[in-house]
């Protein structure tokens, strides 16, 4: 059975219905474009924070060699060995410390209440862990 769209269509005071075949028989109409600018702050923003994020994240591979570093001149017992790994381990942890700072300090400036909450985090585990590595080589 054959489907007919019957729209009226006014010619004065008389009301006609006439069928409709342009839906059926046209195709589909493109998909609109969506343009944007490069430099639109939303687009920076978003591409500062994402910077930022993977940042955050590269700075535990420095911190996490400096640990390493500060667990073999606590099992060593030679000076020779301690003196070397004790100042590896104070910079890797230092290069991964400000790492983390500079994300966190980025983040403020941003005023992204997630990327503050896990670089503060982050800052906060790494200066404990430093701490207390600290305190155990002496």
């Known amino acids: 059975m054959a489907q007919f769209d019957l ?3 006014r010619a004065g005071a008389i009301i006609l219905r006439v069928r409709d075949n342009t839906e059926r028989n046209s195709p589909a109409p ?3 474009l969506e343009y944007f600018a490069a430099n639109d702050p939303d687009r920076v923003r978003a591409r500062g924070l994402n910077f930022w994020a993977v940042v955050l994240v590269i700075a535990w591979a420095p911190y996490v060699c400096g640990v390493v570093n500060a667990s073999t001149v606590m099992r060593s017992y030679s000076p020779r060995i301690i003196a070397t790994h004790t100042n590896g381990a104070m910079l890797f942890m ?3 410390l400000l790492l983390a700072l500079a994300s966190l300090v980025a ?3 941003q005023r992204h209440p997630w990327g503050i909450l896990a670089a503060g985090t982050v800052v906060i585990v790494q200066l404990t862990l430093a701490t207390c590595a600290g305190l155990a080589v002496k």
Do not use: E, I
Request: aromatic residues 8%; hydrophobic residues 35%.
């Open 30 to 32: 493109p998909p609109p």
């Open 107 to 109: 983040f403020v400036r």
């Open 94 to 96: 230092g290069v991964g």
């Open 7 to 9: 729209t009226p269509l």
